[in-house]
């Protein structure tokens, strides 16, 4: 079971897992979503520009970010909602093979009793293997109350 509400704390980090950014992730995407700018999926094409190969899909780094914190167990079962993007920064390229990584730190609770749980807001940073930020921002998530507190 994930946190409760009660459970997060300013200045709270959390650290997950890795994952390694695939090929295939970035097709998935582009097909998913219908992004298919060519600096994502024409390799050719992708050598002549700013980058010198293909890159993620900025939103794909999101995602995985999200992806990134559920999997290390703090959401599961006590979400209510994903609730904003307060800020968003993206820094650096991901490119195919990165092998990336989140920080999560709790920046700010607030009790919203009416909804049963309260709003946390994030600080989270997508790092690559050496150590860069590729992206950065502050994300507010809906969290249940403990049952019975």
């Not at 990165?98 to 989270?124: M, Y």
């Amino acid at each position: 079971m994930g946190l409760y509400f009660e459970e997060f704390s300013v200045g709270q980090k959390i650290a997950t897992g890795e994952r390694v950014v695939s090929d295939s992730d970035i097709m998935t995407f582009a097909d998913l979503t219908g992004d298919n700018n060519r600096i994502h999926t024409d390799e050719e094409f992708s050598k002549a520009g700013p980058f010198g190969q293909r890159v993620a899909h900025g939103l794909l780094g999101l995602s995985i970010t999200m992806g990134l914190a559920w999997r290390t167990g703090i959401l599961d079962g006590t979400v209510i909602a994903f609730r904003e993007i307060n800020e968003w920064k993206f820094i650096k390229p991901i490119f195919i093979g990165d092998t990336v990584r989140g920080e999560l730190n709790i920046l700010q609770t607030k009790a919203l009793p009416r909804i049963g749980g309260g709003s946390v807001l994030i600080n989270a940073e997508l790092k690559n293997q050496k150590d860069e930020v590729c992206m950065k921002g502050d994300l507010t998530i809906l969290v249940m109350t403990k049952p019975g507190g």
